[in-house]
């Protein structure tokens, strides 16, 4: 489905990434896991389109996207969900929702879609017409998921989504993500936390100043020593 093939990706003349090679079957659940500063937010970024590369291709379906403008990357049927989240804290969770439904597609299924959101996430059927700035940080997380989710995309790219939640919300975020994964969407997700990616991922790769240093089945990955002192953490 996706086809990262030998990317590299620099920052001015700062290189943030390098020989780049992966990739992503359908329906897969792939985690990008590795310390601070490896490079993992810059490689979802150069896949949803908003960092170009300096070399190599990113190809969806067999076609060429790294070229594209990042709406073009949404119109291939990518979704990236931000670190950070990056709500319109003044507008409401409808309104924050309905953004990512702008595609003719995705629009034409919005009512469908909306309902499939707020299946997953219930917390926010009674939170609708409420500013996305005054939800907890755990119902954030859930709109800008949800967010991503109305698009309608085939690849969901995921950025740290337990970031600043408690260990409770992050077990919530994580069934959910795993309702997600089993539903048939093609997952990329980057995340600290390390323990908890391997156990709902399919496959992992590790990145280390931006480049790839292991990639396999979790259980692989985390069995060896090296792996596990170096990069994983645990």
């Not at 030998?6 to 985690?31: F, P």
């Not at 975020?173 to 539903?183: D, H, K």
Request: charged fraction near 25%; proline fraction near 6%; charge should be positive.
């Amino acid at each position: 489905m996706l086809e990262v093939d030998r990317i590299a990706v620099a920052y001015g003349e700062a290189g943030a990434l390098w020989d780049i090679t992966l990739r992503v079957r359908r329906g897969e659940l792939l985690s990008i896991v590795g310390p601070n500063g490896a490079g993992k937010t810059t490689l979802v970024n150069t896949i949803a389109g908003f960092l170009k590369p300096k070399a190599g291709r990113i190809l969806m379906d067999g076609h060429d996207i790294g070229v594209l403008p990042p709406h073009r990357h949404c119109e291939a049927g990518i979704a990236l969900v931000p670190e950070g989240r990056r709500l319109f804290t003044t507008m409401s969770v409808a309104e924050n929702l309905d953004v990512g439904s702008y595609l003719p597609a995705a629009k034409a299924k919005r009512r469908e879609s909306l309902g499939e959101v707020l299946e997953l996430f219930p917390a926010l059927k009674d939170r609708l017409d409420v500013p996305a700035g005054e939800l907890s940080g755990g119902q954030q997380q859930m709109v800008a998921i949800g967010r991503a989710l109305m698009a309608r995309p085939r690849l969901l790219l995921l950025d740290e989504p337990s970031l600043g939640l408690s260990p409770l919300v992050t077990a919530d975020m994580f069934r959910a993500i795993r309702r997600i994964s089993t539903a048939g969407i093609t997952i990329v997700l980057v995340e600290q936390n390390v323990g908890i990616a391997l156990r709902v991922s399919h496959r992992a790769c590790v990145l280390e100043l931006g480049r790839i240093v292991a990639e396999g089945a979790p259980g692989d990955l985390g069995s060896r020593p090296e792996i596990r002192k170096a990069y994983l953490g645990i």
